[in-house]
T-cell receptor, first 112, second 111 residues
Framework: AQRVTQPEKLLSVFKGAPVELKCNYS??????LFWYVQYSRQRLQLLLRHISRESIKGFTADLNKGETSFHLKKPFAQEEDSAMYYCALSGGFSGSARQLTFGSGTQLTVLP | DAGVTQSPTHLIKTRGQQVTLRCSPK?????VSWYQQALGQGPQFIFQ???????QRGNFPDRFSGHQFPNYSSELNVNALLLGDSALYLC??????????FGPGTRLTVL
C-alpha cells in the first residue's frame, strides 16, 4: 500500500525566513513524488516533481529514499507563498493507470 | 485553452438521490482521473478512465461509477447518496501517464 504523511497541518514563518514542509512516504517500489500547491480560490496545480529536479518559484525538494522523505524547501519565504501544499506519490507506471496518493496537506502562512 | 473544466460548480442533493458530475479534459489529454476531497483532507483517488474504459480504481464502493466519451470528456455518477459523500470532487486530466492537471472541482453537499 502507498501512503503519504505530512505531519504539519499548519506552518507559519516570517517573510525572508527559510521554510521546510515535511513529507514522508511509504511505498515498496520506486515511487514518483510530487508537490502540488493550491493558492486561495485557485485550483490545485503542480509545483514540482522529483524526476525533473527543477527549482520552481525558489522551491526545491530532494527525494531521500533512505529516509523515505520528500521535503519541500525554500531559503527565503515570500508572502505570496502562502497557500496549501500537498505532497503526492505515484506508484509508477502501470499500463495507463497512474493514481496519485496525496497527503493531508500543510497550510503555509508567510507573515509580513 | 481553458484547461480542465468541471460542471456544475456546486450541487445540493438529499440522501438517497443520484448525482452526475461532468469533466472536460485539457486540450490534447486523453486520460481522466477523479478524486474526492473531504474537508481538511487531501484528494483521494476514485478511478481513472482511458480509452473509454475504467483502468484503475481506488477504495470506493460500486455506488461510484463513471464513463468516458469518445471526445475524452468524462462523467462521475454517484448513486444512493450518503451524508458522507459530501465533498469536493476533482477531475484531473493527463496525456496517458504524464502530469495530471486539475479542474476547479464540484462541491457536492448531501443533506
Amino acid at each position: 500500500a502507498q501512503r503519504v504523511t505530512q505531519p504539519e497541518k499548519l506552518l507559519s514563518v516570517f517573510k525572508g525566513a527559510p521554510v521546510e514542509l515535511k513529507c514522508n512516504y511509504s511505498y515498496s517500489g520506486s515511487p514518483e513524488l510530487f508537490w502540488y500547491v493550491q493558492y486561495s480560490r485557485q485550483r490545485l496545480q503542480l509545483l514540482l516533481r522529483h524526476i525533473s529536479r527543477e527549482s520552481i518559484k525558489g522551491f526545491t525538494a530532494d527525494l531521500n529514499k533512505g529516509e523515505t522523505s520528500f521535503h519541500l524547501k525554500k531559503p527565503f519565504a515570500q508572502e505570496e507563498d502562502s497557500a496549501m501544499y500537498y505532497c503526492a506519490l505515484s506508484g509508477g507506471f502501470s499500463g495507463s493507470a497512474r493514481q496519485l496518493t496525496f497527503g493531508s496537506g500543510t497550510q503555509l502562512t508567510v507573515l509580513p | 485553452d481553458a484547461g480542465v473544466t468541471q460542471s456544475p460548480t456546486h450541487l445540493i442533493k438529499t440522501r438517497g438521490q443520484q448525482v452526475t458530475l461532468r469533466c472536460s479534459p485539457k486540450s490534447g489529454h486523453d486520460t481522466v482521473s477523479w478524486y474526492q476531497q473531504a474537508l481538511g483532507q487531501g484528494p483521494q483517488f476514485i478511478f481513472q478512465y482511458y480509452e473509454e474504459e475504467e483502468r484503475q480504481r481506488g477504495n470506493f464502493p460500486d455506488r461510484f461509477s463513471g464513463h468516458q466519451f469518445p471526445n475524452y470528456s468524462s462523467e462521475l455518477n454517484v448513486n444512493a447518496l450518503l451524508l458522507g459523500d459530501s465533498a469536493l470532487y476533482l477531475c484531473a486530466s493527463s496525456l496517458l501517464s504524464d502530469t495530471q492537471y486539475f479542474g476547479p472541482g464540484t462541491r457536492l453537499t448531501v443533506l
